[in-house]
């Protein structure tokens, strides 16, 4: 019972454009989402997160968009840079209170092409 | 680097062994995860401890069992282990219960 779903396995950028990856959940109980991003032989490392109060949190390149009535989040990167290809996984949890118990997807690597 | 520590980066064994592995988390953090990452799951969230106490637990085997000690490393303790066992092995730590996690680079465990 995959509660965190990534449809695309892999998604391939040219530098300076937009990266988008999406991440789709099922339990309507979710109110808490990140996104980690991981290098090989690293472990994941926290990129940005959002409370299901809001619909779009920023960070310099990186924005997330939550629709909670279509149950569906995406991660945008503009613009994409080579340092950019990593492995990126949505995650969720029941409330910021449980930031530690997170239900992973299965995660989409991204390349960026210089 | 995260600051949380792992060790081995790499083991290999036979089946129905029992091995163990060890975390460090960064300096100050009170709170320890596991996490299984195997190639047909995601992520899977195992344990976690809380200045020494368990807190939450998830999809965790009963082959499988964790502590956190005084000085709060912890171990993750997997016996009779089976070839589905090989996985990559997180850990992660915060520095209380509900915060952000830092990931060590995992154990890489290869059951044969």
């Known amino acids: 019972d995959q509660q965190v779903k990534q449809n695309s396995p892999s998604l391939s950028v040219q530098e300076g454009r937009i990266s988008i990856l999406n991440c789709d959940y099922t339990?309507?109980?979710?109110?808490?989402f990140l996104w980690y991003k991981k290098y090989p032989a690293e472990g994941p490392t926290f990129l940005i997160s959002i409370s299901s109060i809001k619909d779009k949190n920023e960070d310099g390149r990186f924005t997330v968009f939550l629709n909670k009535s279509a149950k569906h989040l995406s991660l945008h990167i503009v613009p994409s840079q080579p340092g950019d290809s990593a492995v990126y996984f949505c995650a969720a949890t029941l409330g910021s209170s449980n930031t530690g118990k997170l239900i992973f997807g299965q995660g989409t690597t991204l390349q960026v092409k210089p | 680097d995260s600051g949380v520590t792992q060790t081995p980066k790499h083991l290999i064994t036979a089946t129905g062994q029992r091995v163990t592995l060890r975390c460090s988390p960064r300096?100050?953090?009170?709170?320890v995860y596991w996490y299984q990452q195997s190639l047909d799951q995601g992520l899977q969230f195992l344990i976690q401890y809380y200045n020494g106490e368990e807190r939450a637990k998830g999809n965790i085997l009963e082959r499988f069992s964790a502590q956190q000690f005084p000085d709060l490393h912890s171990e993750l303790n997997l016996s009779s282990l089976e070839l589905g066992d090989s996985a990559l092995y997180f850990c992660a730590s915060s520095p209380g219960p509900d915060e952000k996690l830092f990931f060590g680079s995992g154990t890489q465990l290869s059951v044969l």
């Open positions: 300096s100050g953090d009170l709170s």
């Open positions: 339990n309507s109980m979710f109110d808490y």
